[in-house]
């Protein structure tokens, strides 16, 4: 899927995506999670469908909760997909989207780089743990299901694996096509982790809705689809698979080269100057760094949703057994 390369239509492409998006964005946005969620659901085995979606009817959502998604899916999996972004500050689960790896960190365990109030990859385990019990709350299993979805689709962004004291990429102000940075808040609009949040992606789609792009991504890595499934569940090398990416792809195609800072413990783009340094730094990504950043969003999306399914499954399978072992 391309968007137009006629001048006129970018311009009207992306002013459309700044209009609609001027609120904080975090991993893939909505349609990308969505996407990764409606992948999934087309390789989950019966047992594994009917668990999550029993756990998802019998528990839904608080219908007072301001949902960050303004049209909330249809499907019970695509609208559980970004429930977690809906609760990050009341409960207090931010650092369980991502983990920080400095740019040029050795590959090591990831539990060296797991903050003390968490990360992804522990996230992920625990709420494993939690759906794997047939005896834990039903409440519980549910949300869980949430965050599995959630937390495997973030973990395929790249600048969730990663950090070059810049907060994953909140804190480098990006001349993207026509739009001038300019600080908001705590940090800047556009920045580039907004970029892979949401620009990038939804320039791609051309205003297509989830469920085209999944037919989309479908029919362009049905090759891919096997070899992926076979390969299993891996989630530390997925997990440095997006680290990697963000330094080959991510940093590698602005301009100008952003340099690889000195690990140090960022918690605002006031600390170290970073902000500011890099606004000095004039970054920009244009036509060119979209061509180079859509294929690997497309990819990301694409593995995401059919390791989700592979997650899914093995958990549904892992807690028929527990049942049936206790019964």
Partial sequence: MKYSSAPLAQILVVSFI????????????????QTVA????????????????????ENPVDPGLKRYCSEPAHDLLADASTWPDDVRYSAKNGPWHYIDIPRGAPRAPLSEYCGSEGC?????????????????????????????????????????????????????????????????????????????????????????????YVAFLSQSFAADFPKWREAGIHVDDWVWESHDLAESVV?????????????????????????????????SAGEKYQQAAAPVVQKRLAQA?????????EAAAAAASKSSATN
């Fill in 18 to 33: 700044f209009l609609l998006l001027a609120a904080p964005a975090w991993a893939w946005g909505c349609k990308g999670h």
């Fill in 120 to 212: 992804i990859t522990q996230a992920i385990a625990d709420q494993l743990a939690i759906l794997k019990d047939p005896g834990a709350d039903p409440h519980l299993r549910a949300n869980a299901v949430r965050y599995i979805v959630h937390f495997v689709g973030d973990l395929h962004m790249p600048l969730h694996a990663t950090t070059n004291d810049d907060r994953g990429g909140n804190c480098v102000p990006v001349y993207f096509f026509w739009r001038k940075p300019h600080a908001v808040k705590d940090s800047f609009a556009p920045n580039l982790h907004f970029l892979w949040d949401v620009a990038i992606l939804e320039l791609d789609m051309d205003s297509a809705d989830p469920s085209e």
């Fill in 38 to 57: 409606l992948i999934a659901e087309q390789s989950l085995t019966p047992e594994a469908l009917q668990l999550v979606n029993r756990l998802l009817a």
């Fill in 305 to 313: 949703g059919v390791r989700l399914a592979l997650i899914l499954n």
């Fill in 251 to 283: 940093y590698r195609h602005l301009s100008p080269n952003v340099p690889v800072e000195k690990p140090a413990d960022v918690r605002s783009c006031a600390d170290n100057n970073i902000g500011q340094r890099m606004m000095d730094l004039h970054v």
